[in-house]
Nanobody, 125 residues
Framework: QVQLVESGGGMVQAGGSLRLSCAAS????????MGWFRQAPGKEREFVVG????????LYADFVKGRFTISRDNAKNTVYLQMNSLKPEDTAVYYC??????????????????WGQGTQVTVSS
């Protein structure tokens, strides 16, 4: 089983930046796609971004294109999410996830099978 631990969340003003980290343990994730989802109060968990096993292929939700960047360091078994130009509507719990069934990222929540506990991101206006 893969364990995922997110870190780097916090409170920032609109226009600010945060860098989230997702550390995996229990298994090497170098052959699996990884992703980030987020969930605001009263809303469904939604896809933010995914990255292929190699780190070459990426898939972004429209609402974060040009602002967020996903990357991975397979030697460290870690995935990152650089978040710039943050908006109040980005406020949510951000979850790291692994798609152990394949190397390519997909948008559907059901494609991912391991999840971290989440890290809170709060953007004030």
């Amino acid at each position: 089983q893969v364990q995922l631990v997110e870190s780097g969340g916090g409170m920032v003003q609109a226009g600010g930046s945060l860098r989230l980290s997702c550390a995996a343990s229990g298994r090497t994730i170098s052959t699996y796609a990884m992703g980030w989802f987020r969930q605001a109060p009263g809303k469904e968990r939604e896809f933010v971004v995914g990255i292929s096993a190699s780190g070459i292929g990426t898939l972004y939700a429209d609402f974060v294109k040009g602002r967020f960047t996903i990357s991975r360091d397979n030697a460290k078994n870690t995935v990152y999410l650089q978040m710039n130009s943050l908006k109040p509507e980005d406020t949510a719990v951000y979850y790291c996830t692994v798609r152990s069934k394949g190397a390519a990222p997909l948008r559907a929540r059901t494609e991912y099978d391991y999840w971290g506990q989440g890290t809170q991101v709060t953007v004030s206006s």
